[in-house]
């Protein structure tokens, strides 16, 4: 393992009301001033600032400065989305505002639960004064989190306690490595790299750059990347990180990446980059499960559909929000395509205002059959506080029975399940799976396309096609004419391509039948030959050559109601066929050659008799 990625990487985000001096106290443990020079002059931050700083081992720690005015709460979600801690900040002559709250609950949202309290302002207030505030504070947070922070208080205008914040914020960071390292020995360094787009511009020379905090994963130089939702291929040119030039980052870090591949034009804020294999979905509607229950003192607002404006990642929009009756779930629906994954926590926001309606997790991103809904429901219902990549693959599995092989999945094979081809499959599920194919062929003479099944038995088609593959190899099952039927025999869909296009022209062909030539088909021979021997085709005189069921069904109709030593005029022969004497005369020289009949003059004589007829 490389020493960049025994390092710890970590970003922190200060969070609070307007004016509680989160900018100023940033610059006093950074040294920077991350307020644009329009945010200086109005005295307030509207978007997104960074900055960062060391700590005594020399590990950098990025800082995002989040706005405080509740007109900018959606920026403040794309600041918290992914963060290791929150600094809440809280001035002392103001004590606890609406907005602490708001933030509170956005950075519950966002499932932040490392959480540091920081009183600004201490030089404007008495101890007792202090006091006060601080009890307040830890109370407010203690009931809305279930938690006790940490607490310090400060003077960023006289650098007053700065060292003391930084060393609860690096102790912190300390002990959430310490209980992340389990998790990350079992992912390993192969975490799908993860990067919510937060800025998109032209450098010259390089092309688009985007920033973002790299929340999973790493990047290096050369690296590609997926864009979502656009689904395009692009990849790494630049790395930088906090203003260094980088041949590799690692999360979790503020990283600057040049792209290549894509134009400034086709990027947008709130795009999601990740690695090929990261199971990122681009959707229209999604299935989320309510976390209020991380707000105990937020009353649950009506539940009517409504539109809603929804933050996740750095991405904001509206949707649809359509509560499902009697659980803790609803459904959204996107106008347009949104990237999101499974588990990913988002806030819902009062469409046109700023009041938080729901915290909610990304539980289903997947089409769902009307017969499976209700089935889902409940399984969501039941899903776990914490929920994890193993609980969708089961959840997945125990619904549908399959699930489409990804790479992730090649590198957590859920345990006691099969493979086929690309799919993992339950054991149970496909063992009732094989029972109703055959159940639905199980009559005789029965038949069906895969398509037909399909539809009987309300599976994709895809992983269907798969389990009649273990049927038809051994020997339960054969393909003929495109549809199944049981028992053995040869299965059309092992011919060669080439013999399959041709056998399909000669079928379509019917009574007219193909004449080589007639046909310009390379190597026609060589593949009329082998269906030919393998008895799909007949050959007539003259290089005509017919579908074998079809010769079969004209016997049939010639020789229907006739007996042994029967004689049997060209004419008949003609009409019973349907035939015209180019090809009439041509199949009854074929029924001499394959022991049907004889000739006797301009008559034949019927030799035998098919079965059913004798």
């Known amino acids: 393992m490389s020493d960049l990625l025994t390092e710890n990487h970590a970003v922190i985000g200060l969070s609070g009301h307007v004016d509680h001096g989160k900018t100023a106290l940033i610059y006093a443990l950074t040294g920077m001033m ?89 030089d404007t207030v008495t101890t007792e004064e202090l006091n006060e505030v601080e009890e307040a504070v830890l109370e407010r947070v203690m009931d809305m989190t279930g938690r006790v922070p940490e607490c310090v208080a400060v003077s960023a205008l006289n650098n007053d306690n700065i060292d003391a914040l930084k060393s609860v914020i690096v102790r ?107 199971q990122c979905r681009v959707v229209n509607q999604c299935i989320v499960r309510f976390t209020d229950h991380l707000l105990p003192e937020k009353l649950a607002p009506e539940r009517k559909n409504r539109q809603v404006e929804v933050a996740l990642g750095t991405w904001h929009g509206t949707a649809q929000l359509i509560y499902i009756k009697d659980t803790g779930l609803a459904r959204l629906k996107f106008p347009t395509p949104v990237s999101l994954f499974f588990e990913q926590p988002m806030a819902l926001i009062r469409h046109g205002g700023s009041d938080l309606l729901h915290s909610a997790e990304v539980v289903w991103t997947d089409d769902i059959a009307p ?50 081809s690309g799919f993992i499959v339950d054991p149970t599920w496909l063992q009732k799976t094989r029972e109703q194919i055959m159940a639905q062929l199980n009559e005789q003479g029965a038949a069906m396309s895969s398509m037909e099944l399909s539809s009987r038995l309300r599976i994709a088609v895809e992983p269907l096609v798969e389990v009649i593959n273990t049927l038809k190899a051994e020997g339960q099952l054969h393909l003929s004419y495109d549809k199944w039927q049981q028992g053995k025999g040869r299965s059309e869909d092992e011919l060669p391509p080439e013999a399959l296009t041709l056998l399909s022209l000669i079928r379509q062909k019917g009574k007219d039948g193909l004449e080589l030539s007639k046909a310009k088909i390379p190597n026609a021979k060589k593949w009329l030959r082998q269906l030919s021997h393998q008895k799909y085709i007949t050959i007539l005189e003259g290089d005509i050559y017919y579908d074998m069921a079809l010769y079969q069904n004209m016997v049939n109709a010639i020789l229907e109601g006739h007996q042994k030593h ?47 007829d004798a």
């Not at 949202?109 to 302002?121: D, F, H, L, P, S």
């Not at 092309?207 to 590609?224: C, E, M, N, P, Q």
């Not at 790479?407 to 094979?413: E, V």
Request: glycine share 6%.
């Open 34 to 122: 991350t307020a644009r020079a329009h945010e200086q002059a109005c005295g307030m931050t509207q978007d997104l600032g960074f900055a960062h700083f060391k700590d005594d081992q020399g590990h950098t720690i990025g800082v995002i400065d989040v706005p405080g005015h509740e007109r900018y709460i959606r920026n403040m979600v794309a600041g918290v989305w992914h963060l290791d801690l929150v600094i809440l900040v809280v001035a002392a002559n103001e004590g606890w505002m609406p907005m602490t709250t708001a933030h509170l609950e956005v950075a519950q949202a966002m499932g932040m639960e490392r959480i540091v309290v920081c009183i600004t302002k201490k």
């Open 172 to 278: 912190q960071l300390q002990q959430a490595e310490k209980e992340n390292a389990k998790q990350d020995i079992i992912e390993d360094i192969d975490v799908s790299p993860l990067l919510y787009v937060d800025r998109a511009f032209l450098v010259n020379g390089i092309g688009t750059v985007v920033t973002g905090t790299l929340a999973r994963g790493t990047l290096a130089i050369g690296d590609k990347l997926m864009v979502h939702p656009l689904n395009k291929m692009v990849k790494v040119r630049t790395l930088q990180s906090y203003h260094s030039a980088r041949e590799q980052v690692a999360a979790t870090s503020r990283v600057a990446v040049g792209l290549k591949g894509i134009t400034l034009k086709e990027m947008k804020r709130g795009y999601c980059l990740t690695g090929e294999s990261h």
């Open 371 to 420: 017969q499976h809904k209700k089935a889902l429901y409940s399984k969501l219902a039941a899903l776990p506080l914490q929920i994890t990549l193993d609980d969708q693959t089961h959840l997945a599995l125990s619904l549908q029975g399959y699930l489409l092989v990804t790479d992730a999945l090649k590198a957590n094979m859920p345990i006691g399940c099969d493979v086929l």
């Open 566 to 612: 029967d004689r049997i005029s060209m004419a008949d022969i003609k009409d019973k066929a349907e035939l015209s004497r180019k090809y009439s005369i041509p199949l009854a020289n074929r029924m001499e050659m394959d022991g049907w009949v004889r000739r006797d003059e301009n008559d034949r004589i019927v030799l035998k008799v098919p079965e059913n």
